[in-house]
Every structure is written in structure tokens, then in C-alpha cells.
């Protein structure tokens, strides 16, 4: 019993300790002139929906939710967040070679398709983010429209 009381005692100063060392924030008030919305004129109902779907992972500015003030889930947010901005920064997307604008928006294309993106990790928190059927298919058909278009 005394071992079970000192783990759990070792845990509480463990989980205290950690929360002082917070992470960066990925937050900008900033819309930079390369950002996707503004390069494509992209139609204000599907700019809320990509924003509302993709741009916390996927730009430089996160809408954080309370818990992530909380280590260790702070920790794995930003992870996220960095490796989701490594893959496609729509902040970012007028400073990519076409080329790679048009790999992607393939990429988009068939994870939209697939229903790998908005990870189900995430819509399940953020149900706003999930894409109905309608949505999906108005996504996909502008986004293979701008590929063909490039």
C-alpha cells in the first residue's frame, strides 16, 4: 500500500514539474498575401469550411482549445500542429512551386476522399470540423478544378 501511495505521490509532483514548461503557440493575427484563401479567391461558404476543417492544423494560426494549457496534451497538440503545417500550410501556399500546389491539392483530393482528413482524432472533438457528404464532394470538386487550372 505504501509503494501504491508513493508512485502515486511521485505522478502528482511529476504532472505539477511538467506543466511549467509550456509550448509554443502557433498563433499569428497576421493573414499573410499568400495565404490560400486570398491566392485562389477561394467562395466564402467553402473558405469557412476549410478553415473551420483544416486551418488549425494547417497554417500558422491555431485555435486552441482550454486543454491545451495542460501538459502532457500540450505536448501532443503541437506535435500535431507541426507535423500537420510540415505537410501543407495554406498561410504558406502561394510561396509553393506549382508543381507542388498541384501535388497538394492530389493529396487533398484523395484524403478528403478517403476520410483520412479532417483526422477522426480531431473531429471528435471539434465535431464542427467533420465534412458532411455535400461538403466533401463542393471540397474536392474546387479543389480538382484549381489542380486542373495550374
Known amino acids: 500500500m505504501k509503494a501504491l501511495k508513493l508512485i502515486g505521490i511521485v505522478l502528482l509532483i511529476g504532472f505539477v514539474i511538467i506543466q ?3 509550448t509554443n503557440r502557433n498563433q499569428s493575427d497576421m493573414v499573410p498575401i499568400t495565404d490560400f484563401m486570398l491566392v485562389n479567391n477561394v467562395p466564402t461558404e467553402l473558405e469557412e469550411m476549410v478553415k473551420t476543417s483544416c486551418y488549425d492544423c494547417h497554417s500558422n494560426n ?3 482549445p482550454w486543454y491545451n494549457k495542460v501538459q502532457p496534451i500540450a505536448w501532443f ?11 501543407l500550410n495554406f498561410n504558406e501556399w502561394d510561396d509553393y512551386s506549382e ?3 498541384k501535388s497538394k491539392l492530389r493529396s487533398i483530393v484523395s484524403q478528403v476522399e478517403e476520410g483520412e482528413m479532417p ?4 473531429t471528435l472533438i471539434h465535431g464542427e470540423a467533420r465534412l458532411s457528404d455535400a461538403e466533401k464532394k463542393t471540397l474536392i470538386g474546387f479543389m ?4 486542373d487550372s495550374l
Open 20 to 22: 511549467f514548461f509550456p
Open 99 to 101: 508543381r507542388r500546389k
Open 119 to 122: 483526422l477522426a482524432s480531431y
Open 144 to 147: 480538382t478544378k484549381l489542380k
Open 77 to 87: 497538440l503541437q506535435g500535431h500542429v507541426e507535423d500537420g503545417k510540415a505537410e
Open 62 to 64: 491555431t485555435n486552441y
